[in-house]
Structures are given as C-alpha cells and as structure tokens.
C-alpha cells in the first residue's frame, strides 16, 4: 500500500509569490490534515479536510489555503510569501479519528 | 505556554542502555500519539494511546499513557543506532478529535556507539 505522497519535495520561492503544494492520502483515507513545522515553533495544525470540507483550521492566516478533491487528493496554496513561511510543510492522512500517516513533507524556502 | 511539554529536550545514550522520553499536558488528552522523524523527513507513527492507563509496546519501544491521562512516557529498550532521531509526542487536545493534533515541541535522541 502507498504511503502519503507529497509535491514537490523541495521549493524556492520569491517573497510576494504564491506556492501550490499537494498531497496524495493513502488510498481509502478520506482526511487530509496539513501542518507546518519550523524551528522556533514546531508542529503547527493548518487544516483539514474531509470529504471536500474544511472541518478545521489552525491559528493561521488567510494567505494559508486549502482544497481537497473528490478522490481526496489535496493541495494547499500559501499567497503572498513571506520569508516567515519558510517551513516544512506536512500532510497527513487518516481514517476517522484513527493515527494519521505523515507524508515526507514539502520543504519551501522563501527568499 | 507550551500546551504539550515533552523533556527532555535532548538526550545522548551509550548503545545498549534503556532511556525514556516524557510527554506532559495540563489538560486531558483524549488521544496521544507518538512519531519519529528523521531531520527534514515526514513523522513514522510509532504508537496510538487512548484509554488512561493503556500500554503498548512493538519491539523494543514501550508507551504508556498514565490513568489520568495526562501524561504519556516514551520508553527505549537497550537502545540502537537505527533509535535515533526525533521523537515527537501529538494529541488531540478535544474529544472527537477536533482542531487537529498538538505537538511537543520533539525530544532529539542521539545514540552512541
């Protein structure tokens, strides 16, 4: 069985630009979560969805969005970047409320 | 403050030796979780909690989750290489699962040989 698989692996981009990422769950996971993780602040929830619907959002700004499919693929798309944003973003994939299985994880840097 | 506490920050163990790694919350955890990650790579989900007292244990590696369910511990049996890396405790902080899981901020184990 496939694991998560994330695109791309690794992502430069210029302040002001936006970044599309996107997520392939493990086949019969129907939610998708996404997290950040950096230095200073770790592992951070930004959203997750399930079955096409946003059920939660993390403490972060509008510029951070996200869309899931119907065959739950998902991608998440940051606006306007800020050097800040540079992070290793993470997905997630789950049953219902089961152990969620961590994607490699897309490594953006904003220059 | 930090709602999930793990210590210690980091650890260096002489191969061979046990260790433990532990995970404190001030609220009550109603799913703990325990990955590794390798520096830059996606989590390894190691062990999934639930019920206060519940122990699980796949070789080596032991976690408990205390009857209170406040704290969870992480504990390494005569530690290996491939037992490096970081280990990062998540939980779901509201029944149901809801506003995704909350991490520590990771213990960095480094074995020496």
């Known amino acids: 069985k496939a694991g998560v698989t994330q695109t791309p692996r690794y992502l430069i981009k210029t302040r002001g630009q936006q970044v599309t990422l996107s997520c392939s769950p493990i086949?019969?996971?129907?939610?998708v979560s996404w997290y950040q993780q950096t230095p200073g602040q770790g592992l951070q929830f930004l959203f997750e969805?399930?079955?096409?619907?946003?059920?939660n959002k993390g403490n972060f700004p509008g510029r951070f969005s996200g869309r899931q499919f119907s065959n739950s693929r998902s991608e998440m798309n940051v606006s306007t970047l800020e050097l800040g944003d540079s992070a290793l973003y993470l997905c997630?994939?789950?049953?219902?409320?089961?152990?969620?299985?961590f994607g490699q994880g897309t490594r953006l840097t904003v220059v | 403050s930090q709602e999930l506490e793990q210590s210690p920050q980091s650890l260096i163990v002489q191969e061979g030796k046990n260790l433990t790694i532990n995970c404190t919350s001030s609220k009550t955890l109603y799913g703990l979780y325990w990955y590794k990650q390798k520096y830059g790579e996606g989590l390894i989900f190691l062990m999934m909690?639930?019920?206060?007292?519940e122990e699980k244990s796949h070789e080596k590696i032991t976690a408990k989750l205390d009857e209170k369910k406040q704290q969870s511990s992480l504990h390494i049996t005569a530690s290996q290489p491939s037992h490096a890396g970081i280990y990062l405790c998540?939980?779901?902080?509201?029944?149901?699962?809801?506003?995704?899981?909350?991490f520590g901020k990771g213990t960095h184990l480094i074995i020496q040989p």
């Open positions: 998540g939980a779901d902080m509201l029944e149901g699962g809801a506003d995704g899981l909350t």
């Open positions: 086949s019969g996971h129907r939610s």
């Open positions: 909690l639930q019920k206060g007292g």
């Open positions: 997630a994939s789950s049953l219902v409320n089961t152990e969620a299985f």
């Open positions: 969805y399930f079955s096409e619907t946003q059920r």
